[in-house]
C-alpha cells in the first residue's frame, strides 16, 4: 500500500520558518518526481514547489521564491519544505504530491492533476 505522510506543520508567527516532511512507504519514488501543493480555506489546491527525481531541476510559485526550497533525500524516500519568512498568506493544508512520471518543464510540475499519490496533508497556520 502506497503511502506519503506529511509532518512538520503548526503555528507559526509571521517571519518564522518550518520545515515540512513527506515520508513514502510502500514503493520507491527515487525515480518519480515530487511536489508540494496547499489549499487555503476557501480556495483550490495550488502548486508550491516540485522537484525532479534526480534533484537538478526545482520549480516553484511565484509567490514562495526565495523563500521557500524543496529538497529530497532518496535513499530515505523522503522530500521536504523549508519554509522561510512566512506570511499569514500561507496559511494552508500542504500537501505532499508524487508522480510516475512527468515531462520536464515547470508547466508540468505544476499541474496537480499529473500526480498520481497524495499525502493527508499538514495544516500550516501562520498568525499576524
Known amino acids: 500500500q502506497v503511502q506519503l505522510v506529511e509532518s512538520g506543520g503548526g503555528l507559526m508567527q509571521a517571519g518564522g520558518s518550518l520545515r515540512l516532511s513527506c515520508a513514502a512507504s510502500g514503493r520507491s519514488f527515487s525515480s518519480c518526481p515530487m511536489g508540494w501543493f496547499r489549499q487555503a480555506p476557501g480556495k483550490g489546491r495550488e502548486f508550491v514547489a516540485a522537484?525532479?527525481?534526480?534533484?537538478?531541476?526545482?520549480y516553484y510559485a511565484d509567490f514562495v521564491k526565495g523563500r521557500f526550497t524543496i529538497s529530497r533525500h532518496n535513499a530515505k524516500n523522503t522530500v521536504y519544505l523549508q519554509m522561510n519568512s512566512l506570511k499569514p498568506e500561507d496559511t494552508a493544508v500542504y500537501y505532499c504530491a508524487a508522480a510516475l512520471h512527468l515531462p520536464a518543464g515547470g508547466s508540468y510540475y505544476s499541474d496537480y492533476d499529473r500526480y498520481d499519490y497524495w499525502g493527508q496533508g499538514t495544516q500550516v497556520t501562520v498568525s499576524s
Open positions: 522537484i525532479s527525481w534526480s534533484s537538478l531541476n526545482t
